[in-house]
């Protein structure tokens, strides 16, 4: 099951799959892996659930916040589950279409439309007496908007950055390019440039052409939405092809690796990237997750904005997921409660750290910056550099949008082995994306 919109209903697997789930997750305390959802239990307390896709570590870190929410409020317990992100998207449409879904859960930014068009979220718009969001600027109020009703509400705020392994630039000689000025040209020049002084051993960038992400920035460069604000596809077969275009040239010039240099199910953390091997100088990444990968690759990684924001902008201020509360949520009051203590208690910021990104609150995000580490500060003035900027807008995805990144990847893949060229690739790509949006 891709998403909630199957109407064919949840296969006799899902239900077996939940009902796994639910007896596993009775058995844990107040925090589990893999959800399945439960109920109150008979101490009084009103118990609510809350589920995300992440790791050990992101789990510790939003526990401490629960903790200070539970402290604050006795009366309510909060039941944590979190998943792995890639069975995540299953596993939630399973506890929809079972009838029980979450209270309080993550949010993919390409599944929102699917899950409000059902009517199945809360329409936050209508608790503005319980869910305060005049701490957020208007661009991050509207990653969770569609049209008049908001829907869901950024867990931290983050972009796409390019990082550079200074260490690699050092060793070889190569001279990093000034990242508020360079183009995609200066991209294909110094990369080709570290892959010669290396003689080979190390190839100066890499990053996945299949990304939606990353093809988005780059139509906005070229001043097409690639989704639109009510909700379809505005990007063109000329932008998409010109995306290969550009992949293919940078693999010309050897600031690419070759052709299935890349293994494409390498796993996707830090610590298995090919900039963590020493195999490639520089990739794209999440802002938020600029810790991770100087940890694994040693501690000097400079951050870059993506190269061809001169012309015209791309970038944009977005969001690793969005908080939404179930329609049917059996506790409304207290789950927009918590919502609440999420977005604007600068304790329940400070002791959750940058793990989901910057805090989506401006105020608390200024305030909280002088105690994160390293890393994580850096990130955060990145970002905050970029919301004193005129950007473009990011909207919600349409609904279909999350089946795009397995078109983007077959033809890119087909592209890369020299089987498609750059102009059908586009034409197939947007007429195969259509169908899936537009259809």
């Not at 799959?17 to 109920?39: I, K, N, Q, S, V």
């Not at 052409?209 to 920035?217: E, K």
């Not at 604000?229 to 693999?251: I, K, P, Q, Y």
Request: hydrophobic share 40%.
């Amino acid at each position: 099951m891709n998403s909630i919109g199957n109407t064919a209903g949840p296969t006799r697997r899902h239900l077996l799959t939940l009902a796994g789930l639910t007896a596993t997750a009775a058995t844990l305390p107040g925090c589990g892996r893999g959800f399945g959802g439960g109920g109150d239990d008979d101490d009084g307390r009103i118990e609510i659930n809350m589920v995300w896709w992440g790791d050990a570590q992101r789990a510790q870190f939003t526990q401490k916040s629960l903790d200070l929410f539970q402290t604050a409020n006795p009366g309510i317990r909060v039941r944590t589950e979190y998943q792995d992100s890639s069975p995540y998207k299953d596993k939630l449409a399973a506890r929809f279409a079972a009838g029980d879904p979450p209270d309080l859960m993550a949010m993919r930014f390409d599944s929102l439309r699917e899950y409000a068009d059902r009517g199945t979220l809360l329409d936050l718009a209508k608790h503005g007496g319980a869910l305060d969001l005049t701490g957020l600027t208007e661009p991050a109020r509207a990653l969770g908007q569609v049209g008049p009703q908001i829907f869901g509400v950024p867990s931290g705020l983050n972009t796409i950055s390019f990082v550079v392994d200074k260490t690699i630039t050092d060793q070889y000689g190569v001279s990093i390019p000034d990242g508020d000025t360079w183009t995609w040209a200066d991209l294909s020049t110094f990369a080709a440039a570290v892959t010669k002084a290396s003689g080979g051993k190390v190839y100066g960038a890499n990053f996945e052409p299949w990304t939606v992400a990353n093809l988005l920035v780059f139509a906005r460069q070229r001043g097409e939405d690639f989704f639109t604000a009510d909700g379809r596809l505005g990007a063109t077969a000329g932008t998409v092809t010109a995306w290969f275009e550009l992949t293919e040239g940078l693999r010309a010039a050897k600031a690419f690796p070759p052709a299935g240099f890349i293994d494409q199910n390498n796993g996707a953390s830090p610590a298995q990237s090919y900039l963590a091997k020493k195999s490639i100088a520089s990739q794209i990444i999440p802002s938020n997750n600029l810790l991770g990968y100087n940890q694994a690759c040693g501690g000097n990684l400079v951050m870059l904005r993506i190269p061809g924001e001169t012309a015209r902008r791309g970038q944009s201020i977005d969001t690793p997921a969005l908080w939404s509360i179930a329609a049917t949520s059996k506790h409304p009051d207290e789950t927009l409660k918590l919502l609440n203590f999420l977005i604007n208690d600068v304790e329940a910021a400070r002791v959750s750290g940058a793990t989901r990104g910057v805090p989506p609150n401006r105020k608390i995000a200024e305030q909280i910056v002088p105690d994160l580490d390293a890393d994580n500060k850096r990130a955060t003035e990145f970002l905050s550099a970029l919301q004193n900027e005129k950007l473009p807008s990011s909207y919600p995805y349409p609904v279909g949008a999350s089946k795009l990144t397995n078109i983007l990847k077959t033809i890119s893949t087909e592209v890369e082995f020299g089987r498609l060229e750059p102009a059908a690739a586009g034409e197939r790509f947007i007429t195969e994306a259509r169908k899936e949006i537009n259809g």
